[in-house]
Structure formats: C-alpha cells, structure tokens
C-alpha cells in the first residue's frame, strides 16, 4: 500500500505527536514506524496495549540486525509492538549514536516498508538535514509531508527545504485562534511547489492524552479532530 513520510527541517515541529495522531485515526490498516536517525522515543511516550511500557530495545535496531543480507517486507512485523489502542508500532533507535553503523539500512528500509501488502505506513522521519543517507528512504516515499509551525524562520527553512526535497504537501502546525490565516500564510508563501498545504491543531493537551488512556476526550480533542481532516486529505490525493 502506500509509505507516507512525515518530516520537517529545523526544529522538528511536533513531527511524533503528528505522526502518531495520524495513525490514531488512519481510515485503513497502519503501521507507525519511527525511522528518525537522531532517535526516537515512542517507546517511551505510548503504552503498550496491555497498559505497560513497550520494549525500548525492540524495533528498527533488531530489524536491522536481521537485515545485514537483506531485507523484504515480511521482516518487519516480527519486530513491531502493540500500542493501547491496537496501533502497530515499529519503534526506532533511541539514541542517535546507533545511526553511525546503519547508514546502509534507509533505502532498503524505505523499499521494504513501501511493500508491504495490507497495511500503509506513517512514517516519522524527524529532521531532516542532520542524517543525509533519510534520503534514501525519502526516495522511496509516495508521499513526503513536511510540517512547519506559521512563524517567520520555520517558514524561511521551510522554503529551503522545498528546494532541495520532493515534498508532496505541507502541513502547519497552527494556533486553533489562527488556525485558517495561519494555514493560508504558508499557502501564499510556499506557492504552487507543493500540491497541497493543510493544518493541524497545535494542541498540547490532545498531545498528552496520546501518552494515556485513548478514549473519549481524546476523540474530541482538536488535534485528533484535525488529524482526521488531514487523514482524509492524504488518503484521497493521489
């Protein structure tokens, strides 16, 4: 099915918060992957489906210890964990050390994840620039989304960014009291080089309860309210 890469440039704007609300909410079967070279730290901030913490050593480093001749798409699930909520997650290095000895891995783990017969993949790949070898995966990609938040130098590194990536669309990390202005600023200033800009609800609550229970305040919080909206979007683009 389809690898939708979520990424951003300086700052990483909300980049796991955005990817795991999407996931959350995804209209099909999906799986979360973490691919940050810097480090990640979903196995830290999801619980696990049975209420615990998830294995922090389990994930794109064991993937990767399998992989050295190889790696098909059939790899992978074995070394993805249960979130509360059901969510399949594929947790990432949780250091940016470990990136050293793995800059052969992202291409094949873009293929790989791109193959993968009954499921998309969300895809949270941090920030971009640090790890130049994401790239690989990046090309593999059928979508690349950067986000940024509606200030003068996010936007600035984010037009800088556009030159130099293939990026699909946008999406604007925005203050619900200038949620649309802030969302048509980026639009005006981003121009036709990508297809579409689209927001999501800068919600720091709604991002908490993420780390919890899932449930029915969450429902109706204004990031997973967003994140539905954008789901939608990304899914019927072509």
Not at 98 to 125: E, H, K
């Amino acid at each position: 099915m389809a690898l939708i890469v979520l990424a951003a440039d300086k700052g990483a704007p909300g980049v796991t918060t955005a990817a795991t609300a999407l996931a959350a909410v995804w209209p099909r079967p999906v799986l979360l992957a973490e691919c940050d070279p810097a480090g990640g730290d979903i196995a830290y901030r999801l619980p696990s489906a049975d209420g615990g913490v998830l294995n922090p050593g389990k994930g794109l480093l064991t993937l990767a210890a399998t992989a050295r001749r190889g790696l098909e798409h059939a790899q992978i699930h074995p070394h993805t964990q249960k979130i509360i909520g059901g969510l399949d997650v594929l947790a990432g290095l949780t250091h940016g050390e470990q990136a050293a000895g793995l800059t052969w891995l992202w291409g094949p783990l873009g293929r790989s994840l791109a193959a993968i017969p009954n499921a998309d993949v969300i895809a949270d790949c941090g920030r971009l620039g640090a790890q130049p070898q994401t790239a690989d995966l990046l090309a593999e990609a059928d979508k690349v989304v950067l986000l940024t938040r509606a200030t003068l130098d996010q936007v600035a590194h984010l037009r800088e960014r556009l030159s130099i990536t293939k990026a699909h669309g946008v999406v604007v990390i925005a203050d619900p009291r200038t949620y649309r202005s802030s969302i048509d600023d980026v639009r005006r200033i981003v121009g036709p080089s990508v297809g579409f800009v689209h927001g999501l609800a800068y919600d720091p609550k709604g991002a908490e309860l993420l780390r919890g229970q899932w449930g029915g305040r969450l429902d109706r919080s204004l990031l997973i309210r967003t994140a539905r909206d954008l789901a939608a979007r990304l899914v019927s683009e072509p």
